[in-house]
């Protein structure tokens, strides 16, 4: 069944943005990161206010890795959400990165206008929408 187009939402104000990356930052020491050690941290703001946060966790059998964004995101959702405004990511780098690519699909399936913010070990911080990092995004409107 084709889902109804879903409503624009506003975009989150700065002040909650800055706490979904604080809590992105604060979920990053939670990855489970052994063979990388790259550990990343991801935060969710739902439609009703509600934040899921979560973290990279890796496996022997590297393929299966499971990046932070989609953790998070699939945390909210089993939580019942259905609709994702915002996606803070934390990375240990020096500078701001935007998900990988499987993730900006997972994101856009819940959150067609959500906006990305990224932040690092450095001072920069970067923000997107999903429609800057997925152009013409096939999603649940095209089935
Ligand atoms: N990773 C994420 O969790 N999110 C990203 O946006 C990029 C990569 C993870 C996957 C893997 O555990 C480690 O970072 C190195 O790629």
């Not at 899921?52 to 995101?73: D, H, K, M, P, Q």
């Not at 939580?79 to 993730?103: E, Y």
């Amino acid at each position: 069944m084709k889902p109804s187009a879903p409503n624009r939402l506003p975009p989150p104000d700065d002040a909650t943005l800055s706490q979904l990356l604080a809590a992105a930052r604060a979920a990053s020491p939670r990855a489970y990161a052994p063979y990388s050690r790259f550990r990343v941290g991801a935060a969710v703001l739902a439609d009703d206010g509600r934040v899921f946060t979560s973290a990279n966790i890796e496996n022997a059998s590297y393929g299966l890795t499971s990046c932070a964004e989609r953790n998070a995101v699939f945390a909210a959702v089993f939580a019942g959400v259905r609709r994702v405004v915002a996606v803070a990511i934390h990375t240990p780098t020096a500078a701001p990165v935007s998900p990988c690519g499987a993730c900006r699909q997972v994101i856009f399936e819940f959150g067609p206008d959500a906006v990305v913010a990224s932040c690092c070990d450095g001072d920069d911080q970067q923000r997107r929408t999903i429609g800057e990092l997925l152009p013409d995004a096939f999603g649940p409107q095209d089935l």
